[in-house]
């Protein structure tokens, strides 16, 4: 019996463990936090860590995932992404009623912003708006909806099969083999100028940067592919770009909030 239950416990924690994997996955979203963290101002930092009772943008970057599984957040599952058809333009009159991605981060700015709103209601969208800058910045999270974002898209991941957008989520991340603390620690050090250049524009220009290079990849994918080495040689140093990109404008809104 003890060697059942034995066998049993090791199943589960290897289940568990590889399915927390795939679940940008979590080093994506961690290191855009911390990513953010070294770009906020000394008063910013202060009321971050007022709301969050001291936790990270790192840590709290992965909370808008956390709660799907609960009945009582599934509404804001849409707020993930936005699906538009390739060549458009995203229209608001047309987005899905039940909101997108440009609604959720909208919505958490004016929450943030407004003087009518408890500190609880502040640290929720709070940490909300960490996970959902850093899925504006991962392409396929601004797709068309025939393939639900690349979710239907199959290919193979080296001899695995899997989809496109599980490959740019997660799979190109892990078998890139850093942590988000070393994904953060070794960001390419863009100069000021172009640090400067990053923070300007609105979300709505940020959002169409990810779309363009969303039709890149669509461009340069076929169904079925195998993608192994030559796919990660052209497209991890554009992950990599993202994620900075992502926690160097997640910075620019949070200091403009409480700064």
């Known amino acids: 019996m003890r060697g059942f239950l034995l066998l049993f ?3 589960v924690c290897i289940f568990c463990s590889s399915n927390a994997a795939e679940d940008w996955g979590r080093n994506g979203h961690r290191a855009t936090g911390e990513i953010a963290q070294k770009h906020l101002t000394r008063k910013t930092k202060k009321e971050i860590k007022k709301l969050l009772k001291g936790a990270s943008l790192a840590l709290v970057s992965t909370y808008a995932d956390e709660i799907k599984s609960d009945e009582a957040y599934r509404a804001y599952g849409p707020w993930h992404y936005v699906n538009f058809p390739f060549g458009g333009t995203y229209n608001p009159s047309e987005a899905n009623p039940k909101g997108d991605i440009m609604v959720a981060i909208t919505s958490c700015v004016e ?121 990660m040689y052209d497209y991890v140093p554009v992950v990599r770009q993202q994620l900075e990109k992502g926690g160097i404008r997640l910075a620019a809104l949070l200091n403009d909030i409480f700064d």
Not at 112 to 140: C, N, R
Not at 205 to 219: F, T
Request: proline share 1%.
């Open 9 to 11: 416990v090791t199943t």
């Open 111 to 231: 929450v943030l912003k407004s003087s009518l709103t408890t500190s609880e209601e502040k640290a929720f969208h709070l940490k909300l708006l960490v996970h959902f800058i850093g899925d504006l910045h991962q392409p396929l999270h601004i797709g068309i909806a025939e393939d639900k974002g690349a979710n239907d898209f199959q290919v193979r991941w080296f001899d695995e099969g899997t989809n496109l957008h599980s490959v740019w989520d997660t799979k190109m991340i892990e078998s890139y083999n850093m942590s988000y603390s070393e994904l953060a620690a070794n960001d390419s050090s863009f100069s000021k100028e172009e640090i400067s250049e990053i923070k300007s524009g609105t979300v709505l220009d940020w959002m169409y940067e990810s779309r363009e290079l969303c039709e890149n990849i669509y461009a340069t994918t076929n169904k079925g592919d195998k993608l192994g080495y030559n796919y």
